[in-house]
């Protein structure tokens, strides 16, 4: 009570009054200097009297009329016709007829049938149809998409480009059938390309041997024998034993990374201007760097980087082969057959292989070996199921463990792509690793990784991009019995920590889960040197966050794992761990549970500060508490939640993390609320990002914020408490003050509070509700100046005197349309929108149309003039300074005859509830409608004037459709039994017409629509009026 009744004694303060004032008198002021003047109210001194035109001098009089009159032009009474509303509501109702639509519905699915019928055509010949009622029959037209239908058919034949078209078509078409061969559900290796070389980097100095192109053979003429060619190509294979390499030394990573971009540019260089061997060479060469593990920690990067350039040759070997082998223009089906191949593809084939087998060395012979291993199914159905065993046996022979275990991983992807039904290859792969494990504990790697200076932790770290994809490629789709028997042969090996995470990491997360007991138990037997435990249990926590262990376990789950990571002193272990962990424990315990976790995270991240460097982490754990508790009651009753979000300190991520949680709210929150603890915790938030707001933030940025904080504000609701909902909402407004969308909504609020006060009181309102309304509507006229939008603020302003009027508040009402009215001269010709800069004309015109409406309710002010309003209003119009080329003003005045002539009705078309508008106050008194036919002719007068001034030939066809749009308003409007203007309305009528600018058909149909009323009773005069229309042709 007291914060309204303070708004409504604010609203009457010495300051606002000495405003009130100087509007007031500003608009007094404003009447005076033009044709729009009103009568002057008893009272009122002589200087006002005659400044409102009683006493006006004869001067200023013949001033005025030469004015209106323009000197030439006749000034027209206006005879507003008489409307009954009603009648003509129900003439114009539409007939309602009863359909029945059985069982049609525009929304159900179209079923095509068709019946077994036999037809004979003109020639005897018969056509069958069988009966189908799928809606999935096939389309007769889809053959045309995929380029099957006889005239696609025989267009290829005709075009060798279309030809060309049509393979790469079904070669992509191939490619990827090939490809999601092994499901969606299986992660493909680029997913994690990206990740490997973003972990895995060195600041060490690197070396690359650069092949250097021979220039020999690479001009070779028309005539050549088949012999030289062969020969050549001999000689080009022998540069490279001859010494054509560049090794270059001392290059930094990125250096590094930009030549292997120039040797797989180099390739396709040299594919596309057939120097196949030079292509061979360089993929020779980029294999044989694999061999090299001088700086170790930076190989499983260098693997990815030399995998892509193999993988572009496989590709273009493949495609290559793939284009002979077309047949009569004629692909090859997706599945086809090695006995479907021509013998010219075969033998290329051979050709490539038996090149390859020549590689003296072991490692760029399997890599290449391996890059074009699809290449086997133009030789034999089993090629590729005996190469991948021959594969396989192969990398035996490479002595490092680590280069071993990265062409296993490599061999299983391939394997994967052109075979993944072959698993018996992969179990190989993994079996043989497994075997030569002990390897990485030898003497000859230890020595290595003393002369890099690198210790055992990291060296483990190298294995897990690989191990984790042989698993991957091992576990996909496969039977449980064997993930079993992976998880004994990890036990046989003591339990390796590298092996467990990587069988965490490749398995089944439902396997994982249902087995965690298992795994926490091979977790605390396995040998920690060189990987922790504490990213064991974070692997496991990885797994139990995406399936659910057994209910009687998951209690003493979280404890064993909570043990461990509790102790870890390293505050960036500690949190990788918890925030894992957080989400297991949100989906399956209480809020005591998530509450001692939080207390512990916060225990481990404050001291020193430490949260600072785990910002991600940290966002990552609100974000998994507000997934999983999303009752904000809840939430916030977690005691540690709040003083975890203190942890934020820095502004941006702050920011971040609190439009999370209203992100949240918005999203989960269906019914208002008035909780003090989430109200106060969330005005808290909110108050955050609005105070982040500063000269430098983005537009977008204040929209995305101040939707959000909008979205809080319409969820509070204290029910019938209206004066505790004020009080939120001036809270609200000195809180978030910088931005602006809030405001309106705020004001919004604010007005829909008043209505709703209005709606509980049924228009009745009492001495108290009295009160608060207006403590509403002095909120509104507050806050409304304080908005930059010049249209914001005047659509508030006539939106808050609607509310105003609605709840008999008529000072305050008059208060809001006078502001409104005084904000008219300040609109720019230009005004920003989405962006863009445009006109203000038109919105200014719709703004005004709306005004209009409402001011045909609103009643005179006693100690005003007649239509006070309406006549300050067309003032500041007529000053307005309006485009040269723009028709608006005189739009904008057909409207008002429009106002005029509704208010010259002796019962208008709508009204206020409990509110006198002018028609009950007045009761069709002579003088007020003597007062509007002489503002109607003022305004007549205007229009006509301007209609005068488009005779120029560049405005004639504005001029034609002015008078049209003129002539349909005196149509609608005007009593047409008045001799004046019913020749006025001639006059205009010839006028749209005389330079041949009218729309034939827009004439044709008025005048026939004026017939039509001519037949309706008391219309007859219309009769004559479409006798003297005369249609004349545009010749």
Request: glycine share 4%; charged share 25%; net charge neutral.
């Amino acid at each position: 009570m007291k914060v309204y009744l303070f708004l409504y004694f604010i609203s009457f303060s010495p300051v606002l009054l000495f405003t009130y004032n100087i509007l007031h008198n500003k608009l007094l002021t404003s009447l005076t200097r033009t044709a729009f003047l009103s009568p002057a109210a008893p009272g009122q001194p002589p200087a006002l009297r005659r400044a409102a035109g009683r006493e006006m001098p004869a001067e200023g009089t013949a001033r005025l009329r030469r004015h209106v009159n323009g000197g030439k032009m006749a000034a027209f009474p206006w005879h507003a016709r008489s409307r009954n509303y009603v009648s003509e509501s129900e003439v114009c109702k539409l007939e309602s007829i009863p359909l029945d639509f059985g069982d049609y519905h525009p929304l159900k699915p179209i079923t095509v049938t068709e019946s077994k019928t036999k037809k004979m055509n003109r020639k005897g010949s018969t056509s069958s149809t069988s009966s189908s009622s799928s809606s999935s029959m096939l389309d007769p037209l889809s053959s045309v998409l995929d380029g099957t239908d006889p005239l696609s058919l025989f267009a290829a034949a005709a075009d060798p480009v279309t030809t060309t078209a049509t393979m790469d078509s079904t070669r992509k078409k191939r490619d990827k059938d090939d490809s999601s061969a092994v499901g969606s559900d299986f992660e493909p290796w680029s997913s994690k390309r990206g990740e490997i070389l973003a972990r895995y980097t060195t600041t060490e100095k690197l070396s690359i041997n650069l092949y250097m192109g021979s220039e020999k053979g690479k001009v070779t003429t028309t005539g050549s024998a088949v012999s030289e060619k062969v020969r050549t190509r001999l000689e080009e294979l022998d540069d490279l034993e001859e010494g054509s390499q560049k090794e270059l030394l001392n290059l930094t990573q990125q250096d590094y990374m930009n030549r292997i971009e120039e040797l797989n540019q180099s390739l396709k260089d040299a594919w596309s201007s057939d120097q196949k061997v030079k292509a061979l060479k360089i993929v020779i060469q980029c294999s044989k760097l694999l061999s090299d593990t001088t700086v170790i920690q930076f190989y499983p990067s260098k693997f990815v980087l030399i995998t892509d350039i193999l993988d572009t040759f496989g590709k273009l070997v493949y495609e290559r082969i793939l284009s002979m082998c077309v047949d009569s223009r004629v692909p090859l089906p997706d599945n086809f057959s090695p006995e479907s191949v021509n013998d010219t593809a075969k033998e290329t084939c051979l050709n490539w292989f038996f090149k390859i087998a020549s590689i003296r060395e072991l490692i760029p012979r399997f890599y290449v070996e391996a890059a074009i291993l699809k290449c086997n199914k133009f030789l034999s159905k089993m090629g590729i199921s005996e190469c991948l065993p021959r594969l396989t046996s192969m990398i035996r022979g490479i002595g490092d463990p680590l280069v071993a275990v990265y062409a296993r991983a490599y061999l299983c992807r391939v394997g994967m792509e052109v075979a993944p039904q072959l698993k018996e290859s992969l179990n190989e792969n993994f079996f043989d690793f497994l075997l030569t494990f002990k390897q990485i504990h030898g003497d000859t790697v230890q020595n290595q990784l003393v002369v890099q200076c690198v210790e055992i932790p990291l060296y483990l770290t190298l294995y897990s991009p690989a191990i984790d994809w042989i698993l991957q490629c091992i576990a996909y789709r496969a039977p449980e019995v064997l993930l079993t028997e992976m998880m004994e042969r990890c036990k046989n090996l003591g339990n390796n920590a590298l092996l467990l995470n990587s069988v965490m990491s490749a398995f089944r997360a439902e396997f994982i889960a249902a087995r965690s007991m298992d795994f926490i138990g091979m977790i605390k037997e396995c040998d920690e040197s060189g990987f922790p435990k504490h990213l064991l249990f974070r692997s496991l926590g990885l797994n139990l966050a995406l399936a659910d262990p057994p209910e009687n376990d998951r209690l003493q789950i979280l404890n064993e794992a909570w043990k461990v990571i509790t102790k870890l002193k390293n505050p960036q272990d500690y949190i990788n761990c918890a925030e894992v962990w957080v989400e297991y424990t949100c989906r399956h315990f209480t809020k005591r549970e998530v509450n001692t976790v939080l207390a512990d995270v916060i225990k481990h991240m404050t001291p020193d500060r430490a949260f600072e460097d785990a910002y991600p982490q940290l966002q990552s754990i609100i974000q998994k508490v507000i997934t999983y508790i999303y009752d904000f009651s809840l939430l916030f009753s977690v005691e540690k939640f709040l003083p975890f979000l203190d942890m934020f300190q820095k502004e941006s991520v702050r920011v971040e993390v609190c439009k999370c949680i209203m992100e949240s709210f918005i999203k989960h929150q269906q019914e208002s609320t008035k909780d003090p603890v989430i109200l106060n915790a969330l005005l808290h938030i909110c108050k955050t990002m609005h105070d982040s707001v500063n000269a430098l933030t983005l537009e977008d940025e204040k929209r995305m914020l101040a939707a959000l904080i909008n979205g809080f504000i319409k969820m509070v609701s204290f029910g019938r408490d209206f004066e505790q909902q004020l009080s939120f909402y001036v809270e609200a407004r000195s809180m978030f003050c910088n931005l602006e969308p809030v405001l309106v909504q705020l004001i919004h609020s604010v007005n829909q509070l008043a209505m709703e006060t209005r709606k509980v009181m049924k228009g009745n309102h009492s001495r108290k509700t009295a009160a608060f309304v207006r403590a509403c509507v002095a909120f509104c006229f507050i806050t409304i100046p304080s908005l930059s939008g010049i249209f914001t603020r005047l659509n508030l302003y006539l939106h808050s005197g609607q509310v105003a009027l609605a709840n008999q508040c008529l000072s305050q009402a008059d208060a809001f349309f006078k502001a409104a009215v005084s904000l008219v001269p300040e609109v720019p010709k230009m005004i920003n929108v989405d962006g863009k800069m445009r006109p203000s004309d038109s919105f200014l015109l719709e703004f005004l149309c709306n005004f209009f409406s409402t001011l045909l309710v609103v009643p005179d002010h006693p100690e005003q003039g007649v239509l006070f309003l309406v006549r300050g209003l067309l003032n500041v119009i007529q000053d307005y300074t309006w485009e040269d080329n723009s028709d608006d003003k005189v739009r904008i005045y057909t409207h008002v005859l429009h106002l005029l002539s509704a208010m010259t009705q002796e019962v208008y078309i709508y009204h206020v509830d409990k509110v006198d508008s002018n028609d009950t106050l007045y009761g069709g008194d002579s003088k007020f409608l003597a007062e509007i036919n002489k503002l109607c002719e003022t305004v007549i007068a205007q229009i006509l004037d301007h209609l005068k001034t488009l005779g120029k030939e560049e405005t004639l066809k504005r001029q034609s459709q002015l008078a049209l749009y003129f002539f349909n308003t005196i149509l609608a409007h005007g009593d047409l039994r008045s001799n004046k203007l019913n020749q006025l309305s001639v006059n205009l009528w010839n006028l749209a017409q005389k330079h041949g600018f009218a729309d034939t058909s827009t004439m044709v149909t008025t005048l026939e629509y004026i017939k039509k009323r001519s037949k309706q009773p008391e219309m007859s005069h219309f009769t004559d009026l479409a006798l003297r229309l005369p249609l004349q042709s545009r010749t």
